[in-house]
């Protein structure tokens, strides 16, 4: 039996409010209170944590239309994109309409480093409805922005969470969150 300790992370940006995107769907305004601030906020660091990202198809058209139209931003991971068109898959981007929960119980029986909940919030939605997530990984911008897409909708039922850890840098709030309920289990 192998010992696989390969967990699903949720590492995501949102608003002081909630929002992961605003009502139109832009991310612009995912900076901290400095404009001219230079720093990954500790990206290249996860990012090393990580070898699999999973993202719905709006996440991922808006990477290769508006983000990073040039370069696949995820070339050394493995990226799932959920979605029912049907596209054809790449060296390193599947495309698959395969329920979340089979795709990471999948993932998650192999061995390699942590998996990557990218986007967007019906993607992250699913995966907390399903407990589905062993870190939340929440960087707070510092912007209120009223309405937009919320990151967390209704639930059926609390998720009470342990803080892990927590660390600021140019106004911008990042607390690392474990579900205790996963202390329990093996």
């Not at 390193?92 to 979340?100: A, D, E, G, H």
Request: charged share 25%; hydrophobic share 35%.
């Amino acid at each position: 039996m192998s010992i696989n300790m390969r967990k699903t992370i949720l590492y995501i940006g949102m608003s002081l409010d909630g929002y992961i995107a605003d009502k139109n769907g832009k991310v612009d305004w995912l900076e901290g209170q400095e404009k001219n601030y230079e720093s990954d906020y500790g990206y290249k660091a996860f990012s090393q944590t990580v070898d699999t990202v999973i993202m719905g198809y709006r996440t991922y058209n808006q990477i290769v239309t508006e983000l990073s139209p040039e370069e696949w931003v995820y070339s050394d991971m493995n990226c799932y994109v959920i979605t029912h068109k049907k596209l054809p898959s790449t060296t390193n981007i599947t495309f698959t309409n395969q329920s979340l929960k089979n795709l990471i119980t999948t993932l998650k029986k192999q061995d390699g480093k942590h998996i990557w909940i990218c986007g967007g919030a019906e993607i992250a939605q699913q995966c907390i409805a399903e407990n589905m997530i062993d870190e939340y990984h929440l960087s707070i911008i510092p912007t209120i922005l009223g309405d937009g897409i919320r990151l967390f909708g209704k639930n059926e039922k609390a998720i009470p969470l342990e803080l892990i850890s927590l660390s600021q840098e140019n106004g911008i709030i990042e607390g690392i969150y474990r579900p205790t309920t996963n202390k329990q289990k093996k």
